[in-house]
């Protein structure tokens, strides 16, 4: 079957420079093993497949695959699935704002101009890293937890280790040894820029690769750094340097919500026969 489909550019900085994600944008009929395959194939981060929502306060619902298994939420798949759904002609129930139906649960996105932004989904863990996650990160950044400005969990879908270094040049310099990181470790680094456009450098890490831009660690490193009133109510974070990739995520603390925003960028458009 010819199903719909698009490749989406997500928190780039006008050009193809964030995180590539690839959508499916009718997905009614595939099983999982079909979605996992495909997910698999496209050999991106992410792979988002949409359907129409069980529950009718939502506009879509979307499945999120990486290509070793499901995600309950993901950020730059939220924003290039309902970038996707819009240019495939999707019409949300309010003008400006949609809602998308996902393994957490209702995720509220805003519809400004080119850059989207959702609303941080609650962290599932938080507090500070156990001892035993603690020799893992430890030994995966071959610096000892004294030489860290911080840490804490960020876990809202993907279980997070966040880490604070003490700048942005630390976290860009950083060697992390993957062989040390599990199967389901996920490795999060952020570190200040001492001024400028930015304020933060953030990167996001697993065993077998380094994300451009990762929507779902921003946002917990937000509520965690908003928490500690470390940041203004509105700041950027770039992530990427290290894996050629230039993403700027913008971050707006309204006084209810956290908003994680980027631009949003249609590179590829089709079908894909499934």
């Known amino acids: 079957m010819h199903r719909p489909f698009a490749q ?46 069980p529950d009718p306060a939502a506009d879509y619902a979307v499945r999120i695959f990486t290509a070793v298994g499901e995600l309950p939420f993901a950020g730059h798949p939220t924003l290039g699935s309902a970038h996707a759904w819009l240019e495939g002609g999707g019409r949300p129930h309010r003008p400006g704002h949609l809602v998308q139906e996902c393994g957490v649960g209702l995720v509220h996105v805003r519809l400004v101009g080119d850059r989207p932004a959702f609303a941080a989904p609650p962290r599932r863990r938080t507090g500070p890293l156990d001892e035993a996650h603690l020799a893992i990160a430890e030994a995966a950044l071959g610096t000892p937890r004294t030489h860290w400005v911080a840490h804490e969990w960020g876990d809202n879908g993907a279980p997070w280790m966040m880490i604070e270094l003490t ?17 389901h470790d996920h490795l999060g680094l952020v570190g200040r820029f001492p001024g400028g456009e930015y304020a933060y450098e953030v990167r996001g890490i697993l065993a077998h690769t380094e994300d451009p831009v990762t929507g779902s660690l921003n946002a917990s490193v937000a509520q965690w750094l908003r928490s500690r009133h470390t940041v203004p ?24 919500d956290i908003w994680i925003g980027g631009r949003t960028r249609t590179v590829i458009i089709g079908k894909v026969d499934l």
């Open 233 to 256: 109510d509105i700041y950027v974070a770039t992530q990427g340097s290290q894996v050629g990739h230039h993403g700027e995520v913008f971050v707006t603390d309204d006084g209810t």
């Open 8 to 53: 989406v550019d997500v928190f780039g900085d006008g050009a193809a420079t964030g995180n590539p994600l690839a959508v499916v944008l009718d997905a009614r009929g595939l099983d999982d093993a079909a979605m996992q395959d495909f997910a698999a194939w496209t050999n991106l981060s992410e792979t988002t497949f949409l359907f129409p929502p």
């Open 167 to 183: 700048d942005a040049e630390s976290v860009r310099r950083a060697w992390v040894d993957r062989t040390q990181l599990g199967r």
